[in-house]
């Protein structure tokens, strides 16, 4: 979608395949083919975004707030007609459960609607004058400029939207290109998108980040980078902007959560919701526990029911309801997670549950290792998949002492009764990561709390309410009491 126009395109595709297979001897079913764009695209993006934009003089950007309110809604009318093609795509590129792709697409409604009643909100707060020293001020939000937004293969749509939606919302025209897992199901969409907004107001391409990513940012047009993915992305895609000073960032990166046990823990709780932290989309989400730090006092109970409670969840296809566990979509991932698990064991840590590290074509189990240290990958790497480190302490202060040094900061699982020894150590936690769950799981949502992270793991924070705030700059008209 590129200028308001969909594009005809005779150039070079390239293959979407499913990791779930369609015959009995695995093999990767193929979904269809995307266009695979390169520089000549860029350029058409860039003008397009560039001149919707127009200094801030484009329509996107001046028209009036309810003329704008009024395309989303027509879009996300249109959206909603789409939910079950979305759906059943969510299920075959990513292996996304039902249960969990239905989720995903009526959070996303959802999201898109509380966007449109924050920025309406948002808009009577701007009415409003205030008086300082006699300067009388009428402040305003208003657009920054061209945003480039690269959304992750976990959350294609929800989290790719938490950043799309409140961009655009505020005037600002965006360039779109989806993650190369989740691309297809972006399709459905593209129809709505071009008859809800005016052209070049929303972009989006397709093709290697490399190849279309890259040129988009060396052409200087971008003024927001707005990513979820991982750093070394992020960092090259800034590299590439000619004038870095300009460039806004908005990014949700890696995180390393732990969960810490305490000893007067409510253990069946503490173990069923550790099980959706750590393995809940496979551990494919950026919130998932990605370390346990039990007390030693309670180790050995701990790590005999989770691992009984992890070798009871059944892998299968998404769409059956009984299956937990569904195939990874990252052909290079069980790979990975063996080098892991072998890095460990290698170094004294054991698969402590039955089924532990058992593979299928497109698929690891998970394996539950214990006892992890700091000379494993394992306690340094985020995992993002089927692995699950267990750790103990003696002494709160080593978990700790552990976050303090972690180049991550982004949410902390803490399960315990006793609010005299929880309360001061919540005063602690906040202060190394954004969110402290209590008794829960990590986890980003309602989305309209904040979401973000501390050093490495976030730079600026996503939810309804600071998106539209990170998305646009604050301007006013002032004028003297005289
Ligand atoms: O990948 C990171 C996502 O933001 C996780 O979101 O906690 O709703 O699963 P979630």
């Not at 909603?80 to 759906?87: L, S």
């Not at 732990?258 to 503490?270: C, E, R």
């Not at 906040?430 to 829960?440: A, G, I, Q, T």
Request: aromatic content about 8%; charged content about 20%; overall charge neutral.
């Amino acid at each position: 979608l590129v200028d308001g126009e969909l594009k005809k395109w005779t150039g070079k595709t390239t293959e979407v395949y499913s990791t779930i297979s369609s015959t009995e001897k695995y093999a990767p079913t193929l979904l269809g083919t995307i266009p695979f764009m390169g520089e000549e695209e860029a350029a058409e993006v860039v003008n397009s975004a560039k001149n919707a934009f127009n200094h801030g003089q484009g329509l996107w950007p001046t028209m009036k707030v309810a003329d704008r309110i009024k395309c989303m809604e027509n879009f996300v009318t249109q959206m909603k007609t789409t939910r079950q093609e979305v759906v059943k795509l969510l299920m075959w590129e990513i292996g996304k459960s039902l249960g969990d792709s239905e989720k995903e697409f009526d959070r996303t409604v959802d999201y898109i609607y509380d966007t449109i009643e924050h920025y309406k909100q948002l808009d009577r707060s701007n009415a409003r004058f205030t008086k300082s020293q006699g300067v009388n001020a009428m402040i305003r939000r208003g657009p920054i400029g061209v945003v480039l937004c690269l959304g992750p293969y976990n959350y294609p749509l929800n989290e790719t939207f938490s950043l799309l939606i409140p961009a655009l919302i505020m005037g600002n025209p965006v360039i779109f290109k989806p993650a190369k897992n989740g691309v297809l199901l972006i399709s459905p969409l593209l129809e709505a998108f071009k008859t809800s907004f005016p052209k070049g107001a929303i972009n989006i391409v397709y093709g290697r980040g490399r190849e279309i990513a890259s040129p988009i940012m060396k052409s200087g047009v971008v003024d927001i980078l707005a990513l979820i993915g991982n750093s070394k992305s992020a960092i090259a895609l800034q590299d590439q902007h000619p004038n870095k000073n300009r460039l806004r960032l908005v990014l949700g990166l890696e995180a390393k959560n732990p969960a810490i046990i305490l000893p007067d823990a409510d253990l069946d709780l503490a173990i069923s919701e550790c099980i959706t932290g750590t393995l809940s989309f496979n551990g494919q989400r950026c919130t998932a526990l990605k370390v346990l730090y039990v007390h030693e006092s309670i180790a050995e109970e701990f790590n005999k029911r989770f691992s009984q409670a992890v070798d009871a969840l059944v892998f299968g296809n998404p769409w059956d309801k009984s299956v937990a566990l569904t195939p990874l979509p990252e052909a290079e991932k069980p790979a990975y997670i063996q080098g892991l698990i072998d890095d460990a064991t290698a170094k004294g840590a054991k698969i402590i549950n039955q089924k532990g590290g058992q593979h299928s074509e497109n698929y690891i189990f998970p394996a539950v290792l214990f006892p992890v240290n700091k000379e494993m990958r394992l306690y340094h790497e985020e995992q993002f998949g089927p692995v699950v480190p267990i750790m103990t302490f003696k002494d709160i202060q080593e978990p700790l002492n552990d976050m303090a040094e972690s180049n991550y900061g982004q949410q902390v699982s803490l399960f315990g009764k006793n609010i005299t020894t929880i309360a001061p150590l919540i005063d602690a936690l906040v202060n190394l990561v954004c969110r402290v769950n209590l008794n829960s799981s990590c986890q980003r949502g309602p989305d309209v709390y904040p979401f973000t992270g501390r050093k490495d793991s976030a730079v600026g924070t996503l939810s309804v309410f600071d998106a539209l705030r990170s998305f646009s700059i604050r301007t006013f008209v002032a004028s003297k009491d005289n």
